[in-house]
């Protein structure tokens, strides 16, 4: 009975404001009418084909599809998340499942193989230049989803920065994409921060508010971070796969003692205290380089420097080499792919591919300026890197902050040590200027007066720090 089933696969997916989501089908298996019921087997979703037709090149009517050919089928979803690429379509859905319950029938084997959901896997913030903007900021991005579903956002707020949106991208390209897009089609000029990764982190304590309300683990069984800290804690590959087939609370279930204390990690802001970071693991990329065998040198002196593990290397001919290494990705993300190109004169070429969560030596860094920790500007380093990179932000830090009347120190610590210091100086004020033949000791009082009440000000007032110094910081 299942091999007469209507089977097609989706390759592309659109947004239309007048028909709404159109799915792109590859006819695989028997045909399809108008007001066929369907199912998404992946995305487990139910619906009606309204119309199907093909193209002329516009849409065009047709009572019927046939097999292996390219149509359209208007499936009357408000959101292309629901109709993934690559996902089958199956039609006379109720007779297929009610043959699959009696028959205790797997209905993920009727997929056509090679389906893989999109995972954003660069994050990075999104602000207004102009305050007012952040509504027409919000109905861009939710305009922008309804036709790319890889981009992910949600909105978060800060004291420092207000509020704000945290994106989910594919890749650096798919990131400036979208910034264009913003730019060009709604007309909004926007910042995006800094990108960063997901990183996986283990806490020391169950005592956080995220861990006691189980949000942490009911994250890892909704997305698929949760597979690579089963392949952690030495759980086989096959066993790993089968729970696709898993429900969220299957996952929890199973696998509570595992997941308890592990926490995605998109911004090091929600994690407010080193103390309670046990392990971190950093997501590592497979990168395959191929260069012109002159530039050899070049290649394995920058490799080296982003914390390389060299895997195999074999020469395509005589004058071109093709080399795979294990990379961190938060060091690739930012500019090795320019410095690539910089040191063969843009005839390297780069591919990669997530390979797998691994656990490294990081530290979470905090800045802390007239004594006071900045949540905003915390950010994971390297342990082996930290010292010189924050020098270098301190000094940054130094000359965007405007001055005080009181002096203003800013710190770069890693638990309670402190690695880096930099003081910005107090504003001075000459109140000894009309004191033309006063006596010395009249100067003196005066002078003294005045480093009392600066050290009363340090003491009392806080350091305003305009918001425009934190975008400044975070921005690429």
């Given at each position: 009975?299942?091999?007469?089933?209507?089977?097609a696969?989706?390759f592309?997916?659109?947004?239309?404001?007048?028909?709404w989501?159109?799915?792109?089908?590859?006819?695989?298996?028997?045909s399809?009418?108008?007001?066929?019921?369907?199912?998404?087997?992946?995305?487990?979703?139910?619906l009606?084909?309204?119309e199907?037709?093909y193209?002329?090149?516009?849409?065009?009517?047709?009572?019927?599809?046939?097999?292996?050919?390219?149509?359209?089928?208007?499936?009357?979803?408000?959101?292309?998340?629901?109709?993934?690429i690559?996902d089958?379509i199956i039609?006379?859905?109720?007779?297929?499942?009610?043959f699959?319950?009696e028959k205790?029938?797997?209905?993920?084997s009727?997929?056509?193989?090679?389906?893989?959901?999109?995972?954003?896997?660069?994050?990075?913030?999104?602000?207004?230049?102009?305050?007012?903007?952040?509504?027409?900021l919000?109905d861009?991005l939710?305009?922008?989803?309804l036709?790319?579903?890889?981009?992910?956002?949600?909105?978060e707020d800060?004291?420092?920065?207000?509020?704000?949106?945290?994106?989910?991208?594919l890749?650096?390209?798919?990131?400036?994409?979208i910034?264009?897009?913003?730019?060009?089609?709604?007309?909004?000029?926007t910042?995006?921060?800094?990108?960063t990764?997901?990183?996986?982190v283990?806490s020391?304590?169950?005592?956080?508010?995220?861990i006691?309300?189980?949000?942490?683990?009911?994250?890892?069984?909704?997305?698929?971070?949760?597979?690579?800290?089963?392949?952690?804690?030495w759980?086989?590959?096959?066993e790993v796969?089968?729970?696709?087939?898993?429900?969220?609370?299957?996952i929890?279930?199973?696998?509570?003692?595992?997941?308890?204390?592990?926490?995605?990690?998109?911004?090091?802001?929600?994690?407010e205290e080193?103390?309670?970071i046990?392990?971190i693991?950093e997501?590592?990329?497979?990168?395959?380089i191929?260069?012109?065998q002159?530039?050899?040198?070049?290649?394995?002196?920058?490799?080296?420097?982003?914390r390389?593990?060299m895997?195999?290397?074999?020469?395509?001919?005589?004058?071109?080499?093709?080399?795979?290494?294990?990379l961190p990705?938060?060091?690739?993300?930012?500019?090795?792919?320019d410095?690539?190109k910089?040191?063969?004169?843009?005839?390297?070429?780069?591919?990669?591919?997530?390979?797998?969560?691994?656990?490294s030596?990081?530290?979470?860094l905090?800045?802390?300026?007239?004594?006071?920790?900045?949540?905003?500007?915390?950010?994971?380093?390297?342990?082996?890197?930290?010292a010189?990179?924050?020098r270098?932000?301190?000094?940054?830090?130094?000359?965007?902050?405007p001055?005080?009347?009181?002096?203003?120190?800013?710190?770069?610590?890693?638990?309670?040590?402190?690695?880096?210091?930099?003081?910005?100086?107090a504003?001075?004020?000459?109140v000894i200027?009309?004191?033309?033949?006063?006596?010395?000791?009249?100067?003196?009082?005066?002078?003294?007066k005045?480093k009392e009440?600066?050290k009363?000000?340090?003491?009392m007032?806080?350091?305003n720090?305009?918001?425009?110094?934190f975008?400044?910081?975070?921005?690429?």
């Amino acid at each position: 009975m299942l091999e007469n089933i209507s089977k097609a696969l989706i390759f592309d997916c659109v947004y239309d404001p007048y028909k709404w989501v159109v799915a792109y089908v590859k006819i695989i298996q028997w045909s399809f009418k108008t007001w066929d019921n369907l199912y998404l087997i992946h995305s487990e979703i139910s619906l009606q084909a309204t119309e199907v037709g093909y193209f002329s090149p516009e849409y065009t009517k047709d009572s019927q599809l046939t097999k292996w050919q390219i149509w359209y089928i208007v499936t009357w979803l408000k959101s292309v998340r629901d109709a993934q690429i690559w996902d089958t379509i199956i039609g006379d859905y109720q007779k297929v499942k009610k043959f699959t319950e009696e028959k205790s029938y797997n209905l993920q084997s009727l997929a056509v193989p090679g389906f893989k959901k999109s995972k954003p896997f660069v994050y990075a913030g999104v602000y207004p230049i102009e305050t007012p903007d952040y509504d027409k900021l919000k109905d861009s991005l939710e305009k922008l989803s309804l036709n790319d579903s890889s981009i992910e956002y949600s909105m978060e707020d800060s004291k420092a920065l207000w509020l704000w949106f945290r994106c989910g991208f594919l890749w650096m390209l798919h990131m400036d994409i979208i910034k264009e897009r913003l730019s060009r089609e709604f007309d909004l000029e926007t910042i995006f921060t800094t990108p960063t990764v997901v990183y996986l982190v283990k806490s020391k304590t169950p005592a956080l508010d995220k861990i006691k309300s189980w949000a942490n683990v009911t994250e890892l069984a909704k997305t698929w971070y949760y597979r690579p800290i089963l392949l952690i804690n030495w759980i086989s590959q096959e066993e790993v796969d089968q729970t696709k087939d898993f429900s969220i609370w299957e996952i929890i279930e199973k696998y509570w003692s595992i997941l308890k204390l592990r926490m995605i990690v998109k911004a090091w802001s929600d994690i407010e205290e080193q103390w309670i970071i046990d392990e971190i693991y950093e997501p590592i990329w497979e990168v395959e380089i191929v260069w012109p065998q002159e530039y050899t040198g070049e290649i394995m002196s920058l490799c080296q420097s982003y914390r390389w593990e060299m895997q195999n290397m074999e020469h395509i001919d005589q004058t071109r080499v093709v080399r795979k290494y294990l990379l961190p990705m938060w060091e690739i993300i930012v500019d090795f792919y320019d410095r690539l190109k910089s040191a063969t004169k843009w005839y390297a070429t780069m591919n990669y591919e997530f390979k797998r969560y691994q656990k490294s030596d990081l530290v979470k860094l905090d800045i802390y300026l007239n004594w006071e920790k900045i949540e905003a500007l915390s950010m994971i380093i390297h342990k082996d890197n930290s010292a010189y990179q924050w020098r270098d932000i301190v000094k940054k830090l130094k000359e965007l902050i405007p001055r005080h009347m009181f002096v203003i120190p800013i710190q770069a610590g890693i638990w309670n040590k402190m690695i880096a210091r930099e003081n910005i100086s107090a504003l001075k004020k000459d109140v000894i200027a009309k004191c033309y033949g006063w006596d010395i000791s009249r100067k003196r009082k005066l002078l003294q007066k005045q480093k009392e009440w600066k050290k009363k000000m340090k003491a009392m007032w806080s350091v305003n720090v305009p918001s425009d110094v934190f975008i400044k910081m975070v921005t690429k």
